[in-house]
């Protein structure tokens, strides 16, 4: 949702490149477009303001480094001020208590019912916490049928409310409950309304005087912006929000409300929502995502997300057999469903520094990932014999195989062209990572932003240079 936002500041930065200290002069060009590229992103005037003003007063107050440029310093500064903007780090649900309550609150629409149920299968699977559901929204009966299918899939408890039943009744009913099965968390789903009214607020107030020790989250839709912000300083007036979720983070929204609600209100984001699977849930780490729009990559939750989904006794035996140089194709379709698993190629890519610009010169990566499908599907075409020895494929083998497939011959010799030089950088990167350096690889382009690693005056490779500097990060 930020790649606007991180397109315009990677031209702000552009002024000052080549410039041999930080100035008043040269500095007021950038902060003028940083300031534009914050507005046009729907954030809050006056946090905008005081946000430029903070970073021209550090920018101007901070002492030239010696091997440093303007420009690391200048990102340096804006990374700081945007994670402090942002919370400074991540705020934990506060669950440490025999029987903890999680209020779910928010506008209809913005995603309350997904988000109670990812949350559920965050705490159970990530937390390793007792799970109780409660469906409280008696004002879109949907909600309960939507709640209890979801708790169902995720093999989690649910109460089978009575939604004639006020709002407080049925959650001093479902707790009770959850008392009597020994929970040890209870996720109350609450009603929502088209807007904010004294109705719904009244209903919220009654259930937040019962439960009143309880995490109060507020779900808020990204792609409002600015509103959302509004909303939450509503609502957190009303029954004293203890954190906010931004939902559809996925979306093409502009990152008004993420970069304006916690200056705004003082209340933290404590999680992210990024799409329908219910797996789809990330905790909000401020340092994480202004690096990301900063274009430097969000690699410690890409490891996070990796270690999720990565079999680590198959890494470890896939590695084994790449030392060896038995690589198969049936260990890439491995690695191909793991990595699936991690996300879109594309989402996958913006987690790794310098990678955002990349993506922006190439623009759509559908085509790649069109290529990717075709690749599974000619595999889907091959014996076992055939995975395990991409060598016995010859010309009647290719026939076959393409027919099969619905592709043709040469589409098949393609693949198996592809999967010789992935063999081959496979057997490179392990080279680099046992001391080789970066390896060359026959057919692979030059990437904006990695660069291939000098040969010194012996003529044997040096140590690699970042191109994203590491004086800082």
Known sequence: ????????????????????????????ETLKKIRTALLEADVNFKVVKEFVAKVKEKALGEKVIRGVNPGEQFVKIMHDELTSLMGEEHKELNLDKALNTVLIVGLNGAGKTTFTGKLALYLKSKKKKDVYLIPADNFRPAAKDQLIKHAKNMSIDYFDSDLSMLPKDIVAAGMAKAKELGKN????DTAGRLQVDEELMGQL???????????????????TGQEAVNVAKEFHEKVN????????????????????IRYSTNVPIKFISTGEKMKDLDPFHPDRLAKRILDMGDVVSLVEKAQDVIDEKDAQNMM???????????????????ISKLGSMSSILKMIPGMGGMLRQVGDLSPAEDEMKKMRVIINSMTHKEKEDYKLVNDSRMKRIARGSGTTQQDVKEFIKKFEQMKQMMSGMMGMMNGGGMPNIPGMPQMPGFRQAPKNKSGKKGKKKSPFGNKFF
């Open 1 to 28: 949702m930020f790649d606007s936002l991180s397109e315009k500041f990677a031209g702000a930065f552009k002024n000052l490149t080549g410039k041999g200290k930080i100035t008043e002069d040269n500095i007021d």
């Open 185 to 188: 968390v209870v996720i109350v």
């Open 205 to 223: 107030v009654d259930v937040r005087n019962l439960i009143p020790d309880a995490e109060t989250l507020l779900v808020a839709d990204a792609m």
């Open 241 to 260: 929000l203890t954190g906010v979720v931004l939902s559809k983070m996925d979306s093409d929204a502009r990152g008004g409300a993420a970069l304006s």
């Open 320 to 338: 084994k057999r790449l030392q060896k140089n038995q690589f198969t194709i049936n260990d890439f379709i491995k690695q191909m469903d793991q």
